[in-house]
């Protein structure tokens, strides 16, 4: 057990008023997530989760039951665990590098909408990673000002 509660780390918790999560791999460059950790760190509608171990944490959730009515209920797995305080509403933004993708099942934990943004390579140089934070800073942007348009706020 203690491996799978391994698998997934808030880097900022979701508030009640969340309503994007940002969903990467751990193995982004630390430059990166700290990046995006600061830019977001005064948002309450942003929270961010860095998962460490996708595999681990698949199997767990697909042991316990992989349908929203399966996990909604019993929270068995490390993931319904995770992204139960995540309002249902809100979207998860799964960050994806390279050409496999390895989070986008989370969506299907609770049945929360997902959104992808597909960076590709990882950037080598500090600009170019600059440009990719940026790349997912403005889905983030986005998806948070639709959240706020449906509940009226503006």
């Given at each position: 057990?203690?491996?799978?509660?391994?698998s997934?780390v808030?880097i900022?918790?979701?508030?009640a008023?969340?309503?994007?999560?940002?969903?990467?791999?751990?193995?982004?460059?630390?430059?990166?997530?700290?990046?995006?950790?600061?830019?977001?760190?005064?948002w309450?509608?942003?929270a961010?989760?860095?998962?460490?171990?996708?595999?681990?944490?698949m199997?767990?959730?697909?042991?316990?039951g992989?349908?929203?009515?399966q996990?909604?209920g019993?929270d068995?797995?490390y993931?319904?665990?995770?992204?139960?305080?995540?309002?249902?509403?809100?979207?998860?933004?799964?960050?994806?590098?390279?050409?496999?993708p390895?989070?986008?099942?989370l969506?299907?934990?609770?049945g929360?909408?997902?959104?992808?943004?597909e960076?590709?390579?990882?950037?080598?140089?500090?600009?170019?990673?600059?440009?990719?934070?940026?790349?997912?800073?403005?889905?983030?942007?986005s998806?948070?000002?639709s959240v706020l348009?449906?509940?009226?706020?503006?």
């Amino acid at each position: 057990m203690h491996a799978i509660s391994q698998s997934a780390v808030w880097i900022k918790e979701p508030s009640a008023e969340a309503g994007v999560v940002i969903v990467t791999s751990a193995a982004l460059p630390k430059y990166m997530i700290d990046k995006l950790h600061v830019a977001i760190d005064d948002w309450d509608q942003v929270a961010y989760l860095a998962v460490q171990q996708s595999e681990a944490l698949m199997v767990d959730w697909l042991r316990g039951g992989s349908g929203p009515e399966q996990s909604a209920g019993a929270d068995a797995c490390y993931a319904s665990q995770l992204l139960r305080a995540v309002s249902h509403g809100s979207f998860l933004l799964d960050v994806e590098v390279g050409t496999v993708p390895g989070l986008t099942w989370l969506g299907s934990v609770h049945g929360h909408p997902l959104r992808v943004v597909e960076l590709g390579a990882i950037a080598t140089s500090t600009a170019a990673m600059d440009q990719q934070v940026e790349q997912v800073l403005s889905a983030t942007r986005s998806l948070a000002k639709s959240v706020l348009q449906a509940h009226g706020v503006i």
